[in-house]
């Protein structure tokens, strides 16, 4: 019996940070969306080159964390000036001053909380596996690898279309990624 093989999608290896960016600028015009660029190191303008917009996270954090704060002041309101009124030495019911660092660490603590459910969120955390680990050329990529692959879900992609794709555009190494 012979296993029939899944293509995974392709792997592609570019020489340096210009081929790496002209490569993702290439792949995002010709109208894939299931790709990511590997480096060795961030690259200024990649996002851009790659078409990808800012992330959400930043106003999930705000929303969250101003959230926090206004539940905290709600609460220590209520919970002085309507549920238990009792005056200690002199002071109004709602004396705000002194629910500032309850309100401050609850924003803090909210908002830390929904940065790190938010990064796996949108990150697409945990993954335990990807296509690329497959690939035994890819372990140079956290030294001085410049890769881009495309995964096989994406709606245009063709094994044999995207690798010739791949190599028109400067690949020097083109690798299927099977399972």
Known sequence: MSEQKTTLGVLAEFDGVHGLLEAARH?????????????????????????LKRSAL?????????S???FAIWLQ??????????????KPFFSFQAYVPITFG???LFGAVAAVFGMFHF???PRWNHPVFTSEHFQKFSTDGFFVSIEAPDAKFNAEATSDFLKSIGATRVELLEE
Do not use: Q
């Open 58 to 66: 930043g106003w999930v954090i705000g929303l969250v964390g101003f």
């Open 77 to 90: 309101w209520w919970t002085s000036a309507v549920d238990y009124k009792f005056v200690i030495s002199g």
């Open 106 to 108: 609850l924003g803090v």
């Open 123 to 125: 990150n697409r955390l």
């Open 27 to 51: 792949v995002r015009d010709a109208g894939y969306k299931k790709f990511d660029c590997h480096s060795p190191f961030p690259i200024h303008g990649m996002d851009e080159a790659m078409g």
């Open 68 to 70: 926090a704060v206004g």
